[in-house]
């Protein structure tokens, strides 16, 4: 505690510009309150039951009161630090740029890196989607460069479509099976997207809509394991 009360006289010392408040003690004696540092997004305080302690966000976190990745810290990427100085600096453990983050394995690719202690771990796209780094999440392939959709979905979309096809009846988006019965294709200009039936509905290949398990025989067990 010595250390923080240092650690707290020099902030306190250095005092400047900033909106938010510096903190010596815990204004409040109960429970769990945590402050943004006046200076260091890196960096902020912590209250329990009125214990006051300086936290920092591990490397590739930062805090902006709502993190729920590490100890209150949210994705660098995610936070609006306003004034308050980020510092980040890769710690370049092979894949995992920060030790926290979440990482592109590759263009197109239908699962990303998760990154937690400089430790990676795959975690897979929903099927059909691949990941995209400017969401830092998973996307439909047609929206994302240097990728192929049929591949991804696994699917071809006729170059036309005849009025007396049963999928003509959802054109400009005409609608497929695509083998899976939870789940149905649906082609946007010309590009496949695979797209989930939910809410424990199956995709009918008559109606081509999603319909309740009893109404479509062949996947009536669907949801019954
Ligand atoms: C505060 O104290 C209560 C009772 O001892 C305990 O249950 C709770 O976990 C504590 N909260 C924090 C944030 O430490």
Redesign the pocket.
Known sequence: MQSLALILAVLALGRCQYQEPELSSCPEQ???QLYPHPASCNQFYKC??GTLSLETCENGLLFDGTGAVHNHCNYHWSVKCGDRKAELTPSGRGICEYDFGLFSAGPCETYFVKCAYGEPIDEPCTPGLAYDENIHGCNWPDLLEYCDPEKVVGFSCPAYVDSKDPAAKFLPYPRYPSGDCGRYVVCVDGKPRLVGCGDYTVFSDESLTCEDPEYVPKCSKYFKK
């Open positions: 109960y429970g769990l329990a039951n």
